[in-house]
């Protein structure tokens, strides 16, 4: 199952189990720690102070209290003191931990804030890096929804290069021109938008909320053809839209299942690849004229590491194309063009630039 980077208040979320932030007392403190205490009520910090502390890289578990989740998995991250002192390593055990508990409870989706990255003084970037990684070592394993909980626009950082480079493609291709993208800068984003959240990325509505457009306008062919004065024309139109009817053009799904064997992949390392919930897969594989939101299309050819103009084709046969006037499919364009298939650091981009994720 995938994982998602999201903005919102880890302590709003209805997931199975949030983690939390903590100090190896337990017993609280600032940042999430003290956010995630202050909206669970006093029974968590009773509970905590059963647990006896815990070591940096270590995790410890207890119930939600009043928060909507289940379970509450507090960690400590590594204080940052440059990088030298195993800091990554320490903080990859953090998310492995974690996630170890949350398996052991049988959740089936949890929440991470980007440990370690506030008080504690992990740079952003690294921190988010460290967090993606550990996440998606766990996800080629096992069965899991994972979120990264963005809190603020500051929290979420991709490269200072990747990202200017990104907008000088943007800039030099797009056509429909947008005066107020033209000047936007990071600094310039908008901090308030919550792209992506919990609510909206259930996965089986978001594959259903379907906005292909069948390029066939087959309604206006049929208008023009009766036209008055006309009828054989009338007769020669409806006989044509027939045998455009009878045309068996190869289905979205049919293209999709053909390229993953000439990739000699397997249907999972596909579906995993392209950040893909397996439910979703089986939707596709079992039904010939599934029709995929372009996130799910494009995450496949990602996936497949398709080159530009296969990619358009796969798109094609799902009612999408790719435009100069979208930021988003520009973006898309430049990673593609640039041969970096990391479905993750597309997202962190697509994230950077408030646009839709890739996959589920
Ligand atoms: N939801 C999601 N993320 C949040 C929230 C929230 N409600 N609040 C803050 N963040 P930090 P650390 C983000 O400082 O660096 C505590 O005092 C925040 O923007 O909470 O691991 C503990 O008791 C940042 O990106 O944790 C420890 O003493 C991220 O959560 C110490 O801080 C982590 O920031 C732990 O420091």
């Known amino acids: 199952m995938p994982l998602k980077i999201i903005r919102n208040d880890i302590t709003k979320l209805t997931c199975d189990a949030i983690v939390n932030a903590a100090n190896p007392t337990l017993l609280g403190g600032g940042g999430v720690d003290g956010a995630i205490h202050k909206a669970a009520g006093k029974g968590l910090l009773l509970e905590c102070m059963k647990l006896g502390g815990c070591k940096t890289g270590q995790a410890k578990i207890t119930g939600g209290h009043q928060l909507p989740c289940k379970y509450v998995i507090h960690t400590v991250g590594p204080k940052w003191r440059g990088g030298t002192n195993g800091e990554r390593e320490l903080l990859e055990s953090c998310y492995r931990e974690s996630l170890r508990l949350a398996l052991e409870y049988d959740c089936s989706s949890v929440a991470f804030p980007l440990i370690s990255s506030g008080v504690y003084g992990y740079p952003k970037d690294q921190a988010l890096k460290v967090a993606v990684d550990s996440i998606t070592t766990f996800l080629l394993e096992h069965d899991m929804l994972v979120y990264i909980v963005v809190f603020d626009k500051a929290s979420f950082q991709i490269g200072e290069k990747l990202f200017a480079d990104i907008a000088a493609f943007i800039d030099d291709r797009y ?5 107020i993208f033209r000047q936007t800068r990071r600094d310039e984003c ?3 938008t ?6 909206t990325v259930l996965p089986d509505e978001a594959d259903q909320a379907d906005q292909a457009v069948f390029p066939p306008d087959f309604a206006a062919e049929e208008s023009k ?5 006309s009828p054989d024309l009338k007769r020669v139109s409806l006989l044509s839209l027939k045998d455009v009817l009878n045309q068996e053009e190869e289905s979205f799904s049919q293209a999709l299942l053909r390229k993953i064997d000439e990739k000699g992949m397997t249907d999972s390392q596909c579906y995993k690849k ?3 919930d397996r439910k979703l897969f089986s939707k596709i594989r079992s ?5 995929p939101s372009k996130t799910t299309a494009i995450a496949f050819a990602i996936a497949l590491e398709l080159s530009l103009d296969e990619t358009k084709d796969l798109l094609q046969k799902a009612g999408f194309a790719l435009s100069h006037s979208n930021k988003f499919d520009l973006i898309i364009e430049y990673f593609i063009s640039s041969g970096n298939y990391n479905i993750f650091e597309i997202n962190e981009a697509l994230f950077a630039f408030d646009q839709e994720l890739l996959g589920v």
């Open 287 to 291: 039904n010939i004229n599934y029709h």
């Open 194 to 199: 919550v792209l992506y959240s919990a609510e």
């Open 274 to 276: 392209a950040n893909v």
């Open 175 to 179: 056509v429909a021109m947008d005066p």
């Open 225 to 229: 053809a009766a036209a008055p004065g």
């Open 190 to 192: 908008d901090e308030s």
